[in-house]
């Protein structure tokens, strides 16, 4: 059976938003990390703390094999809703049909500003006073869905993309875990 509660969490990287959605868990409980990339530094963190842990390199293989692999796991353990946190990899007509509703992403800009990748980049190209991030949930066109929550970050006249996504990252921290925990509690 698929509880809302128990959360899947997919990386492909270091996972700093997979350690906030752990460290703050209320409402919720994080029941598996899993991973398209099984050198993730996220999965070891998560590994030591008695998290269940799945990967699967996703290098080479079809997308919709991964995605059928990566959705049996899921239910293997129960999952209802999946948190994607740095997951670099666009998941399937078929997989986003299948958890519709279930799934949410958080982004580094204000949405719908800048979908896609270089966010912090072209923010301050564009010369904008403020960035930021946003939770939304997953649909199949990229970065698209209902928003359902955002924190604005000021951008500092000197600020380089360095220094900007460190400071949205911070906020990312915070804003994950209230979200979900409200996501789940619907
Ligand atoms: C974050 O900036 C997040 O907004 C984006 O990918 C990055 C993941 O960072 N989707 P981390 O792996 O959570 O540290």
Not at 10 to 22: P, W, Y
Not at 96 to 107: K, P, R, S, T, Y
Not at 122 to 147: K, M, Y
């Amino acid at each position: 059976m698929r509880d809302p509660r128990r959360v899947a969490i997919l990386i492909s990287g270091r996972g700093s938003n997979m350690r906030a959605l752990v460290e703050q868990a209320d409402g919720y409980e994080v029941a598996l990390v899993a991973s398209n990339k099984p050198q993730a530094a996220g999965l070891e963190w998560a590994c030591q703390r008695g998290i269940a842990t799945w990967a699967l390199d996703s290098k080479g293989l079809d997308k919709e094999k991964f995605d059928r692999q990566l959705s049996d796991a899921l239910d293997g353990h129960g999952i209802g809703t999946i948190a994607l946190a740095g997951f670099m990899r666009i998941l399937s007509p078929w997989f986003v049909g299948e958890w519709q509703g279930h799934i949410l992403n958080i982004h580094p800009s204000l949405l719908p500003k800048y979908r896609g990748l270089d966010t912090h980049v072209r923010a301050i190209q564009a010369g904008d006073s403020v960035g930021g991030c946003s939770v939304h949930v997953v649909t199949e066109e990229l970065d698209a869905g209902d928003v359902l929550g955002q924190v604005e970050v000021p951008i500092e006249p000197n600020d380089t993309p360095e220094s900007l996504e460190q400071r949205v990252l911070a906020a990312e921290h915070r804003l994950y875990p209230t979200v979900l925990k409200e996501f789940v509690s619907r």
